[in-house]
């Protein structure tokens, strides 16, 4: 990734009415917290290859260690993080045990983060 230089104004002014409105619509600090630990089980490789792999299929822990060429402890270690961050969800058939996205929430989170990078290659 390419290395960004940030510009700050050289000014002491603050603009009240900018900061008032921003700061009314801000959401609770829980509520943000919560985002960020969201955004954090987002920031491991592994459980993004395993989100995309539930994008299209429902699969089993096998299909997954097998995909990802891991193990299957930790690949159930990946999705008990995921599951308890609510971007997994599983269904039981006999002895197996089935993940697949919990929402379509999951896939646009996903997606809008793909398209943000896939633009900074372009540039």
């Known amino acids: 990734m390419k290395q960004r230089t940030i510009t700050a104004c050289e000014c002491n002014d603050i603009h009240e009415d900018i900061v008032n409105e921003t700061k009314s619509s801000m959401p609770e600090e829980e509520m943000l917290y919560d985002l960020a630990e969201l955004f954090k089980v987002f920031g491991d490789t592994t459980r993004i290859k395993i989100l995309y792999a539930l994008f299209s299929n429902e699969m089993c822990v096998c299909?997954?260690?097998n995909l990802l060429n891991?193990?299957?402890s930790a690949i159930s270690h990946q999705l008990r993080v995921l599951k308890q961050a609510r971007l997994v969800?599983?269904?039981k058939e006999g002895k197996t045990v089935y993940y697949s996205l919990d929402d379509s929430h999951i896939s646009q989170?996903?997606?809008c983060g793909l398209n943000h990078i896939q633009e900074t290659y372009k540039r």
């Open 70 to 72: 891991m193990t299957h």
């Open 63 to 65: 299909d997954i260690a």
């Open 89 to 91: 969800k599983f269904r």
């Open 109 to 111: 989170i996903f997606n």
